[in-house]
């Protein structure tokens, strides 16, 4: 039984919060344990108070064992979460981005789900961004889109024949609004062809091309139907309704936000092909589930 001070071996020992707290910095530290034993003013023989040394390791040494592993298991998770962005910048490549994005940005959070989130944008400030690769955090938002959306809440679908229910009086009234399990991501570079490339089998980062500048921006939708995640690229018009979605919106509300800028005719025209578009992906949410 622990001593009833709250310290780990004694009066001898560090109280066992402080004792964690060493071993997390020392752990985390970016220059492996004996810097970071360094940094906090701490020597050697300190470290030895609390971890045995013998002739097969010093306790420097079993700490840095740990050290170790909490940086590798990291990337390798990592790794899964950005397939793509890995393969695209290579072992060497992929290793630097990670040492120095933890430096940035800490796991803080208890689940390495959240670990990557801040990746995207660490990654479009990142050398290796500005180095000939532009496209770099377009394809890592790419593919953190599609896990955040994979874990987002279930919620019912709009379907056809709940339309044909619909009186055509009421049509013109019917709230629009996208489920909860989607996400627009701008794209300037075509990252998809490189994405749908590794997801094929590429792995090696020389048989990728680099993914070419668009003609015009366009946004990835991406969305969660049952159990599968899926991606589309959609022109700016498309996203920029897709984005009025979020917040509701109604059929005959969006015939004239389109209005604006075309004839009733064609506005009308352009929000029932989206309509029918919306419907085919499992994009809207069901009347009434609000």
Known sequence: MPPADGRAGGAAGPALAALQGQFFGLITAPEGVAAGLAAAGLRDADLDRVIASDQRASAVERLDIYA????????????????????????????????DYLLAHPSRHPSLREVGRHLPGFAARHALAAGGRPWLGELA????????????????ALDRARLQALAPEEFASLPLRAIRAHE????VHAV?????AVNGGADAESSLAPPA?????????????????????ADAAEAEAIAWLQGGLGF????????????PELAAQRASAWLGQWLADG????????
């Open 68 to 99: 170790n592993m909490y940086f590798y298991r990291i990337r390798d998770t990592l790794r899964d979460y950005f397939p793509a962005t890995a393969a695209a910048l290579g072992e060497a490549g992929f290793h630097n981005l990670i040492t």
């Open 141 to 156: 938002a790419l593919e953190w889109a599609r896990l955040d959306v994979f874990d987002r809440a279930d919620e019912p």
């Open 184 to 187: 627009l991501v701008p794209s």
């Open 192 to 196: 998809d062809d490189l994405w749908s």
């Open 213 to 233: 500048e668009r003609e015009t921006p366009a946004a990835f939708v991406v969305w969660r139907r049952e159990t599968t995640v899926y991606h589309r690229l």
């Open 252 to 263: 005959g509300a969006l015939c004239e936000r389109l209005g604006q800028e075309r004839s």
């Open 283 to 290: 994009l809207l949410l069901s009347v009434g589930a609000e």
